[in-house]
Structure formats: structure tokens, C-alpha cells
């Protein structure tokens, strides 16, 4: 895992960037009231996410036994290390979804939902996962159980950012109906500029 832990960084930091990249826009699109574009933006982030998972999987796969040598692995360690390249690390890319939903939930207002549930994952569901796999297939199911928590919180996390953005809209929307309408001046001479 120490092995794997140094990997991570490496392979994945364009995942731990998208959720700094994805919230300026949903902050920027929340304050225009454009919720049709925070949805978009919050799909485009997943098609990213999802596409540079395979990208990054089959560069892990192809350096497979260079990072072993890399790190002098044998035994039961390369045999972890082999594991995580050819078929674990697409899971790790899964944390990616719960980064988008994070970035959401802390532009939308509501940054406890993002402690909530980065708290959640990291305790009760790496318990209960890594446990399970632990006891299924040893070492192997541990770490796989690990990794799985990412993609069980995160797609959670991003239906539940989602169904924000919806309450968010329909909360405005009731609001602007119960507005008056603005009363437009009529400008004084030809160049003003109309406001409302």
C-alpha cells in the first residue's frame, strides 16, 4: 500500500484538480441563475473524469512491472502492485465523482454535505469495505474494498449534487414568480443604456 499510496498522486492528479476546476464554473453559472449549465458542467466533469480513468488504467497496465522494478517489489507486495495497475486503479478514479460533487456542494452552499459525506466514506464505508474485502480476499480484498468506497460515495454524492442544483432552480423559480416585475426607465437621451 505505501507502494500504491506514491503511485496515486502521480496517476491521479488531474482528478484531485478537476474539483478546483469545475467549481468556479458552478459558482459563476449559480450566480447568472443558469442552472442548465451547472448540470452541463457537472456532466462534462463526469465524461472527464470517466475518460481520463481509461486513459490513466491503461497507462497503469502498460508500467505494470516497471513500477514494480521501480520500487523493488516482490512476493505478495508485487503481486498488490500488479493488481492495482492492471485492474484497481479505475476505481481509485471513482473518488474523482465525489471531487465533482464536493466542488458542487461547497459553490451551492452547502459545504457541510461535503464534510458529510468525505467523513462517511473515510470511516464507516472504509470500515465496512475494506473489511468485507479483507475477510473475502485477503489483502487484495482490502484494498480493492478501499478503493470501491470512492465509487459507492462519489456516485452517491454527485445524484445528491445533482438534485441539488434541481431544488436550488425550482426554489428561484418560486421566487422570481413571487417578485413584481421591474419597472423599466425610459432613458433621456438616445445613448443611456436600459436598466432595469
Known amino acids: 500500500w505505501a507502494v500504491v499510496g506514491r503511485v496515486i498522486p502521480v496517476a491521479f492528479g488531474v482528478v484531485f484538480a478537476l474539483s478546483g476546476a469545475v467549481g ?35 497507462m497503469m497496465a502498460a508500467s505494470a ?7 523493488n517489489a ?8 500488479r493488481l492495482f495497475c492492471l485492474w484497481l486503479n479505475p476505481l481509485f478514479g471513482l473518488f474523482g465523482l465525489q ?55 462519489g456516485l452517491v454524492a454527485l445524484v445528491m449534487a445533482w438534485r441539488l442544483v434541481d431544488q ?6 418560486k421566487a422570481l414568480i413571487a417578485r413584481p416585475l421591474a419597472v423599466r426607465r425610459i432613458p433621456s437621451w438616445p445613448f443611456t443604456s436600459l436598466r432595469e
Request: hydrophobic share 55%.
Open 24 to 58: 468556479p464554473v458552478i459558482g459563476q453559472n449559480l450566480g447568472g441563475r443558469r442552472y442548465d449549465r451547472i448540470h452541463q458542467a457537472l456532466l462534462d466533469a463526469l465524461k472527464f473524469n470517466l475518460a481520463y480513468i481509461l486513459v490513466a488504467w491503461v
Open 65 to 71: 512491472e516497471f513500477v514494480v522494478a521501480l520500487f
Open 74 to 81: 516482490s512476493g505478495e507486495a508485487a503481486a498488490l502492485i
Open 99 to 153: 471531487f465533482i460533487a464536493n466542488a458542487a456542494f461547497n459553490n451551492l452552499g452547502k459545504p457541510h454535505y461535503s464534510t458529510v459525506f468525505n467523513w462517511t466514506r473515510a470511516t464507516v464505508g472504509t470500515v465496512a469495505l475494506v473489511s468485507l474485502g479483507a475477510s473475502m480476499a485477503g489483502s487484495a480484498g482490502a484494498m480493492a474494498g478501499y478503493l470501491a468506497t470512492g465509487g459507492l460515495f
Open 168 to 173: 436550488i432552480a425550482k426554489q428561484d423559480d
